[in-house]
Nanobody
Framework: QVQLVESGGGLVQTGGSLRLACAAS????????MGWYRQAPGKQRDFVAR???????RYADSVKGRFTISRDNAKNTVYLQMNSLKPQDTAVYSC?????????????WGQGTQVTVSS
């Protein structure tokens, strides 16, 4: 089992910045990648960014150049630095951990944190 706790959401004006954090606990050795997804009201959940244990990062086209994902292995925490925020970035942001234990793979999710960008 892996538990994920997000923090750092809030209200910001267009062009502003926020940093989200996701702290993992439990069977953290089973995690091989962590990432962020977001879901706006009435829309499906979309991929935002991902970082693997070997440091490889991947971003959605809509956030490239504005968002940066990073991780602190000592703290089992992944961060999402969000700059130049736009109203269309408004969503609930959820942390995701991809785990592998033997032949089984399983995704864990945090409870989500609200990010609101005002115009």
């Amino acid at each position: 089992q892996v538990q994920l706790v997000e923090s750092g959401g809030g209200l910001v004006q267009t062009g502003g910045s926020l940093r989200l954090a996701c702290a993992a606990s439990g069977n953290v050795s089973s995690i091989y990648a962590m990432g962020w997804y977001r879901q706006a009201p009435g829309k499906q959940r979309d991929f935002v960014a991902r970082v693997s244990t070997d440091g490889y990062t991947r971003y959605a086209d809509s956030v490239k150049g504005r968002f940066t994902i990073s991780r602190d292995n000592a703290k089992n925490t992944v961060y999402l630095q969000m700059n130049s925020l736009k109203p269309q970035d408004t969503a609930v942001y959820s942390c995701n951990a991809e785990t592998e234990l033997g032949p089984s793979e399983y995704d864990y999710w945090g409870q989500g944190t609200q990010v609101t960008v005002s115009s």
